[in-house]
């Protein structure tokens, strides 16, 4: 357990732009350092990737940072990232992967050359070690091309390193449709931290080698799913809020391991790191709609240092591209943080405070996001001995945070949800803070054929 | 006797599975589906008639609560959970042909794509409107399609997909059945797709959630 103690201590500290720990690229961006950038996320229309399609994968590739960086200069843009989460045949076959993102760093570079806009690219491998089942975490064929489009990705130009790692999914998928909370637990502080520390490691290394940002791991694969059940209906959103509080001491490990942020946004459980770690974040709300929708459009952005969106598709909207026009939405919020922060100490807090009382109440996992609960919350994070006693000790505080908005009135909730909350308490509560000891009392509750122990080292 | 199957619907429909289970709690201590299902057959029932009076209908009134967002999908599991157990023990009938189900769905992610807990629901919710169900996993291509149905000759296929870039794999497939096995009714789902990407790629029907498949599969079993 390498942070023991919150590196912002106070909700005032918790702010949009401003992070402790900020980190600078090579074209010169300081993300954390006083300003709030635009982070935009885009993909492909409805198209195969083969080899008689590449040319215009490539085009499509092109002309999503043209239109960007263009509309972004246009906009008057104080600088952009570009968030290349790639698709499964970018990462098979690596070659792909690193010829979008040289093309994408030629389109950056040269408008930073021409017009001296700041700009960079983060790589997002897909964890292709999902293909094999159960997963093959340390042993897969599939490390290889996939740290290979780490190594040559970033030397192509995709400066910040990230991935949506899956350690541990392949027990907390069916964990999320039962709402299991230990087995949760046991996927992402057991099996996912493991991972986590197992992956993080060459993610790091592969960042020193070449000068490059390892930035972090976004929980996508748990938190956001839950999250994405929970807007359907499909599941409880307390269930969905703890889910989120548990990844939290999964995803901190890539930051033990040497990882600096940005932290990547899918999972939203940014706000809890930056409290903890004090890196920058990474966060989406709203504008997350094109691709999935949620209820934290404007709380997210409370303490985001970048501002992002989620896969939008490379079509043609009325006003443009697709991506050009999720560009500006992105920094037109922007640009509202960033005059509150010039404006000073006072409007930037009532802007932050208008976007958190917006949503706060409106849904236990946008309650669990304002910035005073997150430090109540990222508290109990670190108190612990082991990520095990630490993912409990969280969910618990969160629990007690949403019971309380609720005997408060302040905050309401169906039966049909809050009849889960004495369920979740007893369950959490049950959970020994040893690892070993909940390993054990796991392994007979999980279908083992589903996993294998000597992959997370265990 | 009637009783006995209106105990056994009520046990689905709650997701009691056996006596000891602890859940639902207001069946605490009652028998589940596993024990009624026993004495539904020492009893004599005709296991047909246990599983179109019994079974079929509890799990219809829980997909009408769940599209209605009147329970979560955990308490769909325990239904599905508890039909299984009384399904465990129809077993023998199925195999002798004394119960005939509505007929087989196979389904898949295609490949590609490895989003499967839209697919997973999909799959339950037609087992629970009594069809035998193929689960091909994610990742599947067309040759892994076509081998199921030439195992299982008529059985109804569904397609998933999540990924804008996998999709277009939904058309080579529905095109390769079509050919090595015409008459198949093909049903397609997943977000990025609609009804005119179901046209134009030739399947004959889209769904948007397990409710509208289960419906439009009891259209075409009638
Ligand atoms: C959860 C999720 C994941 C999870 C999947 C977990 C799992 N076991 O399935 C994880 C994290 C692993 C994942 C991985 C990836 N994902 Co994803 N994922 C999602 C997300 C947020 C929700 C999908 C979901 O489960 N929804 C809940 C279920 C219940 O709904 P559903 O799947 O739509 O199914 C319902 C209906 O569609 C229908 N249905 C579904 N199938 C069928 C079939 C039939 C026959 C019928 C009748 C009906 C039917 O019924 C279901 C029940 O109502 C979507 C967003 C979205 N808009 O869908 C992105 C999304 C699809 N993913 C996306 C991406 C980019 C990826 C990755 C490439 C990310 C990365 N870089 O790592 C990888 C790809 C892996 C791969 N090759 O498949 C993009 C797609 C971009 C694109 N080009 O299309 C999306 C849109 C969001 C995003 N990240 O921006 N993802």
């Known amino acids: 357990m390498k942070y023991k103690n919150l590196i912002i201590t106070d909700p005032e500290g918790l702010i949009f732009g401003i992070a402790p720990n900020p980190v600078k690229t090579r074209r010169g961006l300081e993300i954390g350092g006083g300003q709030v950038y635009a982070e935009l996320n885009f993909t492909l229309p409805i198209m195969s990737i083969c080899d008689s399609t590449l040319p215009e994968v490539y085009r499509h590739y092109r002309e999503i940072a043209e239109g960007a960086l263009e509309h972004a200069l246009h906009l008057e843009s104080k600088g952009v990232v570009l968030e290349f989460e790639t698709l499964l045949e970018m990462t098979k076959t690596p070659t792909i992967g690193i010829e979008i993102t040289r093309i994408m760093n030629e389109v950056c570079e040269n408008y930073y050359q ?267 994070l670190v108190k612990g001995d082991s990520y095990v006693a630490n993912a409990k000790n969280g969910a618990l505080m969160a629990l007690d945070i949403i019971e309380e908005a609720l005997a408060s009135g302040k905050m309401k909730l169906s039966e049909m949800e809050t009849s889960y909350l004495p369920f979740l308490r007893e369950d959490l509560e049950s959970i020994p803070d040893n690892e070993s000891d909940f390993v054990e009392m796991m392994l007979p509750l999980i279908d083992q054929s589903k996993f294998t122990m000597e992959e997370y080292g265990l | 006797m009637e009783e006995l199957l209106e105990k056994l619907l009520e046990a689905v429909e709650f997701g009691k599975v056996d006596q000891k289970s602890p859940y639902p709690p207001q069946l ?21 008639k246990i599983l179109e009076e019994a079974l079929i209908p509890a799990m219809a009134r829980v997909g009408k609560k769940f599209s209605e967002n009147k329970i979560f999908v955990p308490q769909m599991l325990m239904s599905a959970r508890a039909m299984g157990a009384s399904m465990l023990q129809l077993k023998p009938f199925f195999t002798s042909g004394d119960i005939k189900t509505k007929g087989t769905f196979i389904i898949g992610t295609v490949k590609g794509d490895l989003h499967d807990i839209g697919k997973n629901l999909v799959a339950m919710m037609i087992e629970g409107g009594g069809w035998s169900i193929v689960d091909l996993g994610v990742d599947v291509g067309s040759g892994r399609f076509i081998e199921a149905l030439k195992s299982h000759p008529g059985a109804v296929v569904g397609l998933s997909a999540l990924l804008t870039t ?28 609609n009804t005119e990407f179901c046209q134009k790629i030739g399947a004959d029907f889209y769904a948007p959630d397990p409710q509208k498949a289960v419906e439009y599969m009891n259209k075409i079993a009638s």
């Not at chain 1, 490390?143 to 390193?161: I, S, Y």
């Not at chain 1, 490990?253 to 990547?264: H, L, R, S, W």
């Not at chain 1, 691709?291 to 443009?320: F, M, T, Y």
């Open chain 2, 166 to 193: 996998t999709m277009v794999n939904m058309g080579e497939i529905v095109t390769s059945i079509r050919e090595h096995m015409p008459g198949t009714k093909i049903l397609i789902g997943g977000a990025p797709v």
């Open chain 1, 114 to 380: 021409k017009h001296g806009l700041k700009s960079e690219i983060r790589l997002t491998p897909n964890d292709l070690r999902e293909f094999e089942r159960p997963a093959k975490q340390r042993t897969s064929q599939y490390l290889e091309p996939m740290m290979e489009l780490f190594e040559k990705g970033a030397m192509a130009g995709g400066d910040l390193l990230s991935i949506e790692s899956t350690g541990g999914k392949e027990v907390s998928d069916d964990a999320l449709m039962n709402c299991d909370i230990k087995t949760i637990v046991f996927a992402l502080a057991v099996l996912g931290a493991r991972d986590m520390q197992f992956l993080w490691k060459k993610i790091v290394d592969v960042a020193n080698k070449h000068g490059k940002i390892a930035a972090g791991d976004s929980a996508c694969g748990f938190a956001n799913t839950a999250m994405v059940l929970a807007e359907k209906k499909y599941i409880p959103k307390i269930f969905a809020a703890l889910v989120r509080v548990i990844s939290v001491v999964r995803s901190i490990v890539a930051m033990e391991e040497g990882a600096i942020g940005p932290d990547k946004d899918c999972a939203y459980e940014g706000p809890f790191l930056k409290a903890i770690t004090g890196i920058p974040i990474s966060m989406e709300g709203k504008t997350a709609a094109c691709a999935h929708l949620s209820p934290i459009g404007n709380i997210a952005s409370a303490c985001c240092d970048l501002w992002s969106n989620e896969s939008v598709q490379n079509i043609k909207l009325l006003s443009g591209m697709a991506p050009t026009a999720y560009m500006e939405q992105l920094e037109y919020d922007a640009r509202l943080m960033n005059e509150a922060l010039r404006a000073g100490k006072l409007h930037r807090d009532v802007l932050q405070q208008l976007l958190v009382a917006s949503d706060v109440y409106t849904d236990p996992q946008a309650l669990i996001l304002s910035p005073e609960n997150v430090i109540r919350i990222s508290r109990e």
């Open chain 2, 28 to 48: 605490r201590g009652m028998d589940g589906s596993h024990e009624l299902t026993m004495s539904a057959l020492e009893a004599g029932i005709n296991p047909q």
